[in-house]
Nanobody, 124 residues
Framework: HVQLVESGGGSVQAGGSLRLSCAVS????????MAWFRQAPGKEREGVAR???????VPAVAVKGRFTISRDDAKNTLYLQMNSLKPEDTAMYYC???????????????????WGQGTQVTVS
């Protein structure tokens, strides 16, 4: 049974930084796509960044140059380094995995089979 647990959220002033982590358990290999999504109140969930099993990354346009996604397969952990945070980055952040693909090709949330519970990021 695959489980994802996020951590690292919090409140920060505009221009600040946060680092989110997502610990993955219940899977013995790392040959799958991983991603970060976010959802602000009253808005649809949107993709933030995704990373393939090979380590290739795709950031969303809104965060390109400010956020960096990475993975440490030895620790079964996904990261999101967020710099130059803006108030519009305020949202609940979720990690997700697509166990059926090693390459990430879509932001379609239905493609991702497992999700974490979310961690709140507030930028003021």
């Amino acid at each position: 049974h695959v489980q994802l647990v996020e951590s690292g959220g919090g409140s920060v002033q505009a221009g600040g930084s946060l680092r989110l982590s997502c610990a993955v358990s219940g899977r013995t290999d790392n040959s799958y796509c991983m991603a970060w999504f976010r959802q602000a109140p009253g808005k649809e969930r949107e993709g933030v960044a995704r990373i393939t099993a090979q380590g290739n990354t795709v950031p969303a346009v809104a965060v390109k140059g400010r956020f960096t996604i990475s993975r440490d397969d030895a620790k079964n952990t996904l990261y999101l380094q967020m710099n130059s945070l803006k108030p519009e980055d305020t949202a609940m952040y979720y990690c997700a995995v697509d166990l059926t693909h090693s390459s990430c090709y879509t932001w379609n949330t239905a493609t991702y089979q497992h999700w974490g519970q979310g961690t709140q990021v507030t930028v003021s």
